[in-house]
């Protein structure tokens, strides 16, 4: 009797490990191959820029992960969300390897308010959930939850998050004749503070570098980059819009966010920083986060394709997804990849749940259910 027994909860305790690793590993490997790297058309191809040293990059992109602190950051809370970043993650990895990761601001859900310790803490989690392969470069921009709004930085706030990321105000950075400008969003206040007026001066040195490039201008030496391209913008907020409402994407802010109007320097940039960018940098592709839903803008007057892609974590987003770019200097194009619905696990769980259940109880030996039966009444 006690063999029977022992026989069936082991086939149970089997099932239920089985549901487990089916809801925490395998449905991401279902879900994530079913993404792909698009393939750029001949038709979007810019015959003006011609190709020195330009070869085809691809790059993905994610936002918004918002790793957990000690302040609201609930333990199963944040085991539960840092396992599905980091499984997210490294499956794609595996599944899609890309040659660079770009993450789009608000790393940390604290980082304004942690200590020293913690943030020490906080750096050393981010790397290990979405640690890279050797070969791929990963970039980070940082975001208002990172060091705070424009008013409540310090230099003290910056200049830490500086230091562990590498991640000045400004960043150019050049891979494979595409060129990649990384930008703190609170930075373009516009008000001459501490951190806005060197970034200007930082963005206006970058646009003399691309017309240097393109052979306008007058150029010193070592000011030319090798190979001219119209640059990709990359911060935490998107550019102007007056809100969400002309949104149009399987990812998308629900119907009452949508019509929300945005604030200028809180859910996007204002619009004068906004046209000092695009007619500055006249970027072919602006990337962000920070609203925490996907969007797509184009901006007719600089010929600026906009993408503000969700959050990566299920605490924000049922359904998160990120970007999957193949770029070269006179050609691009994008694609998005669709992580795992929290709400499909938790259907799974259930339906699992029911059915192994249901199943146990039949399959349980007819003559011990009805002793068990009349020893419980």
Sequence with gaps: MMNIRLKYITKIVACILSLIFVC????????????WWPEL?????????PLKDGKEIRVMMIADTHLLGSRKGHWFDKLRREWQMYRAFQTAITLHPPDVVFVLGDLFDEGLWCSDAEFTYYVQRFHSLFHVPPGTKIFGVVGNHDIGFHYGITPYLQDRFTRAFNMPSVKLVSLKGNHFILINSMAMEGDGCFLCRPAEVQINKIIARLQCTKGIGNCSKGMALRQYSRPILLQHFPLYRESDADCNEPDEAPEDEKKQKFRERWECLS???????LFGLKPRLAVNGHTHHGCYSYHKDSDTHEFTIPSFSWRNKDNPSFMMAVLSPNNYSVSKCYIPRESTIIKLYIGGMFIIFVVAFFLYPRHNRRAHFFKIS
Excluded at 24 to 35: D, F, G, K, M
């Design 24 to 35: 925490e590993y395998v449905i991401y490997y279902i879900t994530l191959i079913q993404c």
């Design 41 to 49: 058309s001949p038709e979007h191809e810019d015959k003006s820029i």
């Design 271 to 277: 619009k004068e920083s906004s046209e000092f960018l």
